[in-house]
């Protein structure tokens, strides 16, 4: 497990662990939101699912508990997913971060390195804009969708 | 978690000749000209790079206007240490349950998988 952070390219943790399992078994484990509460979150943590839209553009909400009672509102938003090569995402609750997942396979096993990236004080406005105007998007597809199966 | 003030101290830190200046400072304060001694830079640069860790509040500065040492200044160097230990904490632990969970899926599937060869023999 090799967690670091590199000042000089500016705000970035990387984290990367190799896993004894088949790539599309640990895909599976990211992707689909039974298996994802099972282990996401520090030792003494769970997860509760609230919505998980696992397509680019799809949301992610969910709450953290803490050991000590305290609760965590996190919402992500996927803007990049190759199966089952790479998840790329948004973190939009604070702190905001970008994030991408990627999966590699090593002989059999699977090798996952997530990169966080965070923001920028000068960045978060802009980021915060882009988040609404594509969400606002998406929203109006929908709103499209339903209108047409209506007619 | 990441502030304004973590931000300028990351900001402050990527640049190789500000963090040899505080590699410098770790072993106790002295002058600039001291400071200056080992880069192959103008006495001006090295101040500049001086200004930026004075206002990430990564260095101080004495008052006397001929002697004015600097001394490092550690506490936003620990805002930094617990940025990082709160996400080196978050992915260790769930890489951990993960590693788990896997092991579990996997023998789930193994039994799943001998299960559906007996079917498929009778």
Redesign the interface.
Known sequence: ?A?T?D?????E?V?S?V???PRD??W??WSDPK?IV??????GFTTTMQEMDFRPGGTWRFVMHGPDGTDYQNKIIYREIVKPERIAYSHVS????EASVTFSVQGDKTR?E?R?V????ELREKVAKDFGAVEGLHQNLDRLEQHLAKM | ??N?RL?TT??A????TR?AILARLCTGETTVTELAKPFDMSLPAISKHLKVLEHAGLIARGREAQWRPCRLEASPLKE?AE??EH?????????????????Q??SK?RKHGRHHRRRRRT
């Open positions: 497990m967690v952070t000042a000089a390219a500016g705000r943790i984290a662990r896993f004894d399992a078994l640990v599976k484990a298996h099972q282990w996401w979150g520090p030792k604070g702190p905001l971060f996952v997530v966080m965070f923001e920028s004080a | 978690m990441v304004d931000t990351l900001a830190l990527a640049d190789p963090r930094v940025w990082v996400y080196r904490r978050f992915w260790e632990d769930s890489f951990d349950r993960l590693d788990e969970y896997l092991t899926l996997k599937e």
